[in-house]
């Protein structure tokens, strides 16, 4: 759900913080005031282009930020987060945000993370759906139709076993492709191939050799050097009067001369005898280590020839010794597969087969099903057109089906395509729903359809702008209840001019225009009980004791309706 939004700088908001609340939120205020700023913020976090005369006057740019609560949100959106570089969320909340200035700077994020004004709106789809006089309206997609199907009639597992076939012949398409060249290709994919597996093979790498190769190089190239420092290091402590082993020798001496005048000066002795044989050990191990460095030209050759190997497979193959001698071993298995590129078309094009009859029997059982589901469906949203005003329209949910498995057939959901459509008076031609031309009775087909569908529908989020155009009496107090079902499972806003669909609402928002420091601001308030009835006679037609009495009796009756519902 969408905990807070924060709009700054739009249209005639300079700084708001919106705390929401779960169930239904309506919207209300003067025409003109601002309700529309809530929607438009959304918009902007879905992806619509930003219109930059929106930014406040007098302010450089314009953001907006929404909060939302996501752990119970079934699409995958932590992996989607990983695949796109995007911070991850171990709260489970997702911080969308969006600003844009007056000069044309434009930037998006997520979970503070950069990104692409289309992730945003990827991102965006699962969380939020927009219903009214906009063009973000995922159900007008005939994919998200057919997702809507499936959905109602529990068909998501039949939709997945046909999706695995399908992923599965995309694997073998791929490899078969990779197969079927022409001679020349092939012949130059051949000797390509066995001149990488022949450079790899020769070259008998180790994964653990650079290093050791590297350090034997270090002491070859400096054998002359090492020499020379082991030399100065021996004749220090044994060449000459000023050595440290003849220096030790007169300092032996003079201790064993003061022990025979003072017996307690023996420890000093030990320490000299222990300095001295340490030292001596010293020189044996330079003596060893100055015979083991060996001045050796054509050792110091082989050295450089086998770095300058590894560095050239390097450059061809991979970053390190690891990931040539892996290159080496793909390249062998790619071209024992081209060398043998007939029988190995043979498997794949029998695996191809076998997939083909997978398919078309998934397919076939996906499509017996829906077409089992298009009645109910349309039976039932169209009782709740009938409910919502629309007494003698027709809803229909039309199917058509690819006949085999060319490329125009399939797509990852099956054969089937299928198109809602909606015909609002007697006489007239059912129409696709994105053909409808009224707003409102867009949003009224989408509230029967989100009242149908509410449990199974994944969107957290629904927002209706001008659900109530072109009704009243019965039919609004009808909508009022139809968005108090649907928020049973969704958290849903709902801008409104009637009265009656706002005194449905668990909460209530007012939006006005007030005159601040000489400037018009937009300002939205969350109204308690006796805000709520002045509004709702406001909506009513004015203030007297009638208007009053009638938002009264609206608001009591909601409660009743809701203490109906807690006890059933």
Not at 28 to 35: L, M, N, Q, R
Not at 180 to 206: G, H, N, P, W
Not at 310 to 337: C, F, N, P, W
Not at 391 to 412: C, H, K, N, W, Y
Request: charged share 25%; hydrophobic share 40%.
């Amino acid at each position: 759900m969408l905990t807070t939004l924060r709009i700054k700088n739009l249209a005639l908001v300079p700084d708001l913080t919106l705390e929401l609340p779960p169930g239904l939120t309506v919207i209300t205020g003067e025409t003109g005031a601002g309700k529309s700023v809530i929607l438009g913020a959304l918009q902007l976090l879905l992806g619509q282009r930003a219109d930059r005369t929106l930014i406040r006057a007098g302010a450089d740019g314009c953001s907006v930020e929404a909060v939302f609560e996501a752990g119970r949100l079934r699409a995958p959106w932590r992996q989607f987060l990983e695949e796109n570089g995007l911070e991850p969320s171990d709260a489970g909340q997702l911080i969308l945000r969006r600003s844009f200035t007056a000069a044309g700077a434009n930037r998006q994020f997520v979970n503070g993370s950069p990104t692409s004004l289309a992730t945003l709106a990827s991102l965006g789809a699962w969380l939020v759906d927009l219903h009214g006089p906009h063009d973000h309206q995922s159900l007008l997609q005939p994919a998200r139709q057919l997702e809507i199907l499936d959905a109602f009639g529990g068909l998501e597992p039949k939709r997945e076993t046909f999706m695995d076939w399908m992923r599965r012949r995309s694997r073998v398409t791929a490899e078969k492709t990779a197969l079927v060249v022409d001679e020349a290709t092939y012949a130059r994919q051949l000797d390509l191939l066995r001149f990488q597996v022949q450079e790899i093979s020769e070259a008998k790498l180790r994964i653990d050799e650079e290093a050791e190769i590297d350090s034997e190089h270090r002491r070859t190239a400096n054998a002359a050097r090492l020499l020379e420092l082991s030399q100065v290091a021996r004749n220090a402590l044994s060449e000459g009067d000023e050595a440290v082993l003849t220096l030790l020798g007169i300092i032996g001496r003079a201790l064993h001369d003061l022990v025979r005048i003072d017996s307690g000066a023996q420890a000093l002795v030990e320490s000299h005898e222990t300095a001295v044989a340490m030292l001596r050990e010293l020189q044996s191990e330079l003596s060893r280590y100055t015979d083991g460095v060996e001045l050796d030209p054509a050792r110091l050759e082989i050295l450089e020839q086998r770095i300058n190997l590894i560095h050239s497979l390097k450059r061809k193959y991979g970053a390190d010794l690891a990931a040539v001698i892996t290159h080496g071993q793909e390249a062998r298995v790619r071209l024992s597969a081209l060398e043998s590129r007939d029988s190995e078309l043979e498997r794949l094009n029998a695996e191809l087969a076998t997939i083909a009859l997978g398919l078309k029997k998934a397919g076939q059982e996906l499509t017996v099903a829906r077409k089992k589901l298009l009645p109910r469906l349309s039976t039932a949203v169209g009782r709740e057109l009938a409910a919502l005003g629309f007494r003698q329209s027709a809803f229909e949910v039309i199917m058509t089906s690819a006949p085999d498995l060319s490329d125009s057939g399939p797509s990852s959901s099956g054969f089937d395509r299928v198109e809602f459509q909606f015909a609002p008076n007697p006489g007239e031609p059912a129409r696709p729903l994105r053909s409808i031309a009224s707003s409102g009775e867009l949003a009224r087909v989408m509230l029967a359809l989100k009242t149908v569908l509410a449990k199974e529908d994944d969107v957290p989020v629904l927002v209706f702008d001008e659900v109530d155009a072109n009704v009243g009496g019965e039919t609004a107090t009808t909508v009022g209840a139809k968005m108090r079902q649907i928020a049973q499972d969704h958290q849903v806003l709902c801008i409104t001019h009637l009265a009656p669909v706002a005194a449905a609402g668990d909460s209530h928002l007012l939006v006005s225009k007030e005159l601040v420091d000489g400037r018009t601001e937009s300002q939205i308030i969350l109204l308690d009980r006796r805000g709520r009835a002045a509004e709702l006679a406001r909506m009513l037609g004015g203030g007297g004791d009638a208007a009053r009495r009638h938002a009264e009796a609206l608001l009591e009756k909601r409660t009743e309706r809701q203490s109906s519902i807690s006890r059933v």
